[in-house]
């Protein structure tokens, strides 16, 4: 859904939309959209300013990878709002410093005639996800010494740790 500056220079915009898995690309960020992904919100521009574009908005989705230790599959449901402006990327070459007086607000740029909402959601989503992708925060891993998923099967290894102090201890 593209966000014109041309249409929001008449009317706010309101959107009410849906997204199938597959209709945004992460497959770049190895991640997988596993549930609908609904956006509802408004797009304005900002009075008296220059092209500036507000989106409010809230979304829910529920994203999926590989879990960073047991390589199964870790599920993510993100719920958020998000309220979010965008200047022409044309600013940042006329002016020397581009001025932030929106408080905590977050600034964003556009180029050309306007946003794809698409974009915006897409960025939301990977700002949303943690670093550390994990199934669970309990998640055992894989052991290093038989290879085998923890979470499924308790094996017997033990990974040695070699305590220095007591090795110096029986040297004595
Ligand atoms: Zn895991
Ligand atoms: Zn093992």
């Known amino acids: 859904m593209f966000l014109s500056v041309k249409e929001l220079e008449v009317r706010k915009i309101r959107f009410d939309e849906t997204f199938a898995p597959g209709k945004i690309d992460f497959t770049e960020e190895d991640l997988e959209q596993s549930l609908s992904l609904h956006a509802t919100g408004a797009a304005e521009l900002v009075e008296e300013s220059e092209a500036q574009i507000r989106i409010q908005g809230t979304y829910s989705v529920e994203m999926a990878a590989q879990c960073d230790r047991c390589l199964g599959r870790a599920r993510f449901p993100l719920n958020a709002g998000f309220d979010l402006y965008y200047r022409p990327a044309s600013d940042i070459a006329r002016e020397e410093e581009v001025e932030i007086d929106e408080g905590d607000a977050e600034m964003g740029f556009y180029e050309g005639g306007g946003l794809e909402l698409e974009d915006v959601l897409r960025e939301q989503i990977l700002l949303a ?17 038989c290879g085998k998923n923890r979470n499924e099967t308790a094996c017997d290894c033990h ?5 220095d102090r007591w090795g110096a201890l029986r040297n004595l």
């Not at 996800?129 to 010494?145: D, F, N, T, Y």
């Not at 990974?159 to 305590?163: G, R, S």
Request: some cysteine; overall charge positive.
């Open 129 to 145: 996800l943690p670093m550390q992708r994990v199934c669970s925060e309990a998640c055992k891993g894989i052991c290093p010494v």
């Open 159 to 163: 990974v040695q740790k070699i305590d």
